[in-house]
């Protein structure tokens, strides 16, 4: 999936004072040379992972972003998409990604679930961007 010449894989973010922050996701962050899965994104829910995923994925919509896409990061409809968001930004000429997706992605989840968990949740997200460094993740300093 990542690795065909459809993926772009140039990624330009809004850093400090506007000016433009170029990523290259390259193979050695994505970890190809391991042939396991490629983690694209963490995140934590504390209440509801199936409505949280459904957020993410958006599968009634072809597409959110603009087709034919190049590196700047594409305004997103809402703040919880960005698993598709990035997904549609590496494939920009996808015209539906929803099964691009569905053949692709997995998914999985530890349940930590309460309000007894909030440090939980919080710091486990942050040690498993840390540790997998999923390119969705990624956002630049303002």
Known sequence: MLAGTSCNRDLILVGPKGRP?????????????????????????????????GKHLRLKEKRMLPLGGGPHRAERPTTSCQLRAGVEHLFPGCADSRS????????????????????????????????????????VER
Not at 115 to 131: I, K, P, Q, S, T
């Open 21 to 53: 922050v170029h990523l290259r996701i390259d193979d050695e962050w994505l970890g190809l040379a391991t042939a396991q899965p490629i983690p694209l994104y963490v995140g934590k829910n504390a209440d509801n992972i199936a409505s949280r995923v």
């Open 100 to 139: 691009l997706i569905l053949e692709n992605v997995g998914l999985s989840y530890v349940e930590m679930d309460g309000d007894a968990h909030a440090a939980n949740r919080f710091y486990l997200e942050d040690l498993a961007v840390g540790l997998m460094r999923p390119p969705f993740n990624v956002d």
